[in-house]
């Protein structure tokens, strides 16, 4: 569970959605998360050899994809600067390199130069001709407050606590959940699942059709790793969430309901086996994984994906059981999608919100 103690004075639920839309523009990450911002290579093809990244002024050149449709957008000199899938309100756009790392779980670093926003709605082909378009994007591509996969790192091994002026810690090293009674700590199922974001708040939310959730006081600071989608992607950066799984406007509660019902773009169909094809993995993507040795083939995991690793290999971040929390390490099963771990056996389904 999480040590912090439940902070007093709860704040009303107007200051919490007051609060939430500010909440991306926090302070950059500290701690192991984003421990280098600058010159280097990153990963995939948003490559910066040679320094910092240079935000172009023009001469933007687009280009249009195919499986899935997406427009593509290159500098001048043939850099790319973002990639804009239809049907999805994420961009990947072009930035610093960063490393992402964690030393107490693996030696690997993720080092890239992606960053990852949320547009106010679905990109469709041709958005780029709009005024729009041209009064945002260059102000995106100049943009350091935090974005999705830093607002990710909030939560990880080493973070700060951070709070609101009310009061309320939104930020800091989140947990998965309580210990189960009688289960071993080798056990799939030795911490508990079913803490969602309102739990980690320690603070009751109302969803848009009125339904309202408390949160139990033994899951203040816990997270599990759908409710760490929703923690990151609704309740930080404003994506629209609903309180069951059923279909619904934005993020159902749980993985596989995230997995099949969520908006976006679905990347990687569930076919009952890893996919034998990843390549098209963007950062940002949602993964979802068949994982309950109980359960061998419904979806019960998910995360996020960062890119490739140091050592080759795409790497992911969840919240997980053995972890106890937000993790890019190989704790109980190394978090990468590629060979014959763990996890990459699991691997079933991707989706682009």
């Known amino acids: 569970m999480g040590t912090t103690p439940t902070p007093s004075g709860r704040p009303s639920r107007r200051q919490v959605l ?4 500010g909440l991306a523009a926090a302070g950059a990450v500290t701690g192991y998360a984003w421990h280098r911002l600058g010159s280097g290579v990153s990963g995939g093809d948003f490559s910066n050899p040679g320094g910092d990244f240079s935000v172009p002024t023009g001469g933007f050149r687009f280009e249009h994809h195919a499986a899935p449709a997406r427009t593509v957008v290159r500098a ?5 600067l973002a990639t804009f899938t239809d049907g999805a309100r994420t961009a990947l756009l072009a930035g610093p390199t960063r490393t992402w790392s964690e030393p107490r779980t693996t030696g690997a670093e993720v080092r890239s130069g992606a960053w990852v926003r949320l547009m106010g709605g679905p990109w469709t082909r041709g958005k780029e001709r709009t005024a729009w378009f ?4 260059p102000k995106a591509l100049a943009d350091r407050s935090p974005d999705a996969l830093a607002v990710a790192f909030q939560y990880g091994d080493g973070a700060d606590d951070r709070h609101t002026r009310s009061g309320l810690r ?5 947990h998965f959940g309580p210990l189960v009674p009688g289960q071993s700590p080798t056990s799939f199922h030795y911490r508990d699942e079913k803490s969602d974001f309102y739990d980690y708040l320690g603070t009751p939310w109302t969803f848009p059709d009125g339904t309202r959730r408390h949160p139990e006081k033994e899951r203040y600071g816990d997270v599990d790793c759908s409710g760490f989608m929703r923690l990151v992607w609704g309740y930080r950066l404003g994506y629209p969430m609903h309180a069951t799984n059923s279909p619904g406007i934005g993020l ?3 993985a596989y309901a995230i997995a099949s019902r969520a908006p976006g773009v679905l990347l990687i169909p569930n076919t ?3 996919p034998a094809d990843i390549s098209l993995l963007l950062p940002g993507d949602l993964v979802f994984f068949a994982i309950d040795i109980g359960r061998p083939h419904g979806i019960d995991h998910c995360g996020i994906y960062l890119g490739p690793d140091t050592n080759g290999h795409p790497r992911f971040y969840s919240s997980r059981s053995r972890a106890n929390g937000p993790t890019m390490g190989d704790l109980a ?6 060979g014959h771990g763990f996890y990459a056996q699991g691997l079933r ?5």
């Not at 041209?134 to 994007?137: A, K, Q, T, Y």
């Not at 099963?333 to 590629?338: K, N, P, Q, S």
């Open 18 to 21: 007051a609060c939430a839309t």
């Open 76 to 80: 001048a000199d043939s850099r790319v």
């Open 134 to 137: 041209r009064e945002w994007f």
């Open 170 to 174: 939104y930020a800091g090293k989140a």
């Open 252 to 254: 159902p509660r749980r």
């Open 272 to 274: 009952g086996r890893p």
């Open 333 to 338: 099963g190394r978090a990468t999608l590629d």
């Open 349 to 353: 389904m991707a989706r682009r919100l």
